[in-house]
């Protein structure tokens, strides 16, 4: 399986833009990256995922670089409530197996937002 | 409001007991899944279930036993032959096995004492 590696933790001041690195040096052509977020002891919550275009929605943008070996998940305006540990997923929706259904989650990265 | 459910958010049992979780959504997802989250981890994958009276084992499905008998409903029980069940186990739901984005709902933390 496709690995991703992310820093463990970022710290970003309240209102300011918070860029979040995840490395996936050994993506596959038809793994989808996606970002899920989970604030403390909460169910994870999906923020947006992409394939090879760069993808904005209400919560967030998602830059994927042109070899597709790394990508940025963007907040805007970082708030309190955005303080939450952000996953970065790889999913090869080609494949039916049961690694197309599950969502391997790594450590993540723990964001702090400063007021 | 639609959405997942588990109950309860907290649990405590005696070391050899059983304990079953509940997982209901009302979303009218095909798909239901149970995840386990131990401390600092990402999640695990227990169970899936793509559809009614169907299921499937997952990387960590040793002690674990699951039913999928109605649409809404995919409970997890913990039996006595899971050698670390205290963890947050973790209900989730899609719309199809391999849509995008899978709901979660707000976890129990099962505790064995």
């Known amino acids: 399986d496709a690995k991703t590696t992310q820093p463990n933790s970022m710290e970003s001041n309240e209102e300011e833009p918070v860029h979040l690195p995840c490395n996936h040096s050994t993506i596959s052509g038809t793994d989808y990256i996606h970002w899920y977020r989970q604030l403390p002891s909460q169910g994870p919550e999906y923020v947006i995922h992409?394939?090879?275009s760069n993808v904005n929605n209400r919560m967030a943008s998602l830059a994927i670089a042109e070899d597709r070996k790394s990508s940025t998940l963007i907040l805007h305006r970082a708030t309190l409530r955005d303080a939450a540990v952000y996953y970065c997923i790889l999913r090869d929706l080609a494949y039916s197996g049961a690694g197309s259904y599950q969502l391997t989650f790594g450590k993540g990265t723990k964001l702090s937002v400063i007021p | 409001d639609g959405g997942i459910t588990q109950s309860p958010k907290y649990l405590f049992r005696k070391e050899g007991q059983n304990v079953t979780l509940s997982c209901e959504q009302n979303l009218n997802h095909d798909a239901m899944y149970w995840y386990r989250q131990d401390p600092g981890q990402g999640l695990r994958l227990i169970y899936y279930?793509?559809?009614?009276?169907?299921?499937q084992k997952g990387d960590i499905a040793e002690g674990y036993s699951v039913s999928r008998e109605k649409k809404e409903s995919f409970p997890l029980t913990v039996t006595s032959a899971q050698k670390n069940p205290t963890a947050f186990y973790l209900c989730?739901?899609?719309?199809?096995?391999?849509?995008?984005?899978?709901?979660f709902g707000p976890g129990t933390r099962l505790t064995v004492l």
């Open positions: 992409g394939l090879t």
């Open positions: 279930s793509q559809i009614v009276n169907d299921f």
């Open positions: 989730a739901s899609s719309i199809a096995p391999a849509y995008n984005e899978q709901f």
